[in-house]
């Protein structure tokens, strides 16, 4: 199960380097800090439960703050999205 969380490490790494190169520079400084997290947790060499257990808790976490962020702090409209005003 400890390697399960190296393979999460690698995975953020690596969107923390897209996002940077992209210009995102709050969301790739979230990545590596789970990189961090997670790279922490695969040397602690704990029982395959609390590994299962952190990730339930991470999970749940990520969950209820991306729907609060999608709910009640995400602007409303396409206006300021890029991509959009781009097409038209």
């Known amino acids: ?5 190296r393979v999460l490490g690698f995975w953020t790494i690596v969107i923390a380097l897209m996002s940077f ?4 520079y709050p969301m ?4 590596f800090g789970l990189t961090a997290f997670f790279v922490a947790l695969s040397y602690m ?15 749940f976490l990520s969950f209820v703050g991306f729907t609060y ?3 009640f702090i995400m ?13 038209l």
């Not at 190169?21 to 995102?24: A, D, K, N, V």
């Not at 790739?28 to 990545?31: D, G, H, R, T």
């Not at 396409?78 to 781009?86: F, I, N, S, V």
Request: glycine share 14%.
């Open 75 to 87: 602007p409303v409209g396409g206006g300021e999205h890029a991509m959009l005003q781009m097409m």
């Open 1 to 5: 199960m400890d390697r399960m969380y």
């Open 45 to 59: 060499a704990l029982t395959e439960r609390v590994y299962l257990n952190i990730f339930f808790g991470f999970m």
């Open 69 to 71: 962020y999608t709910f």
């Open 21 to 24: 190169w992209g210009g995102l």
């Open 28 to 31: 790739a400084l979230i990545f």
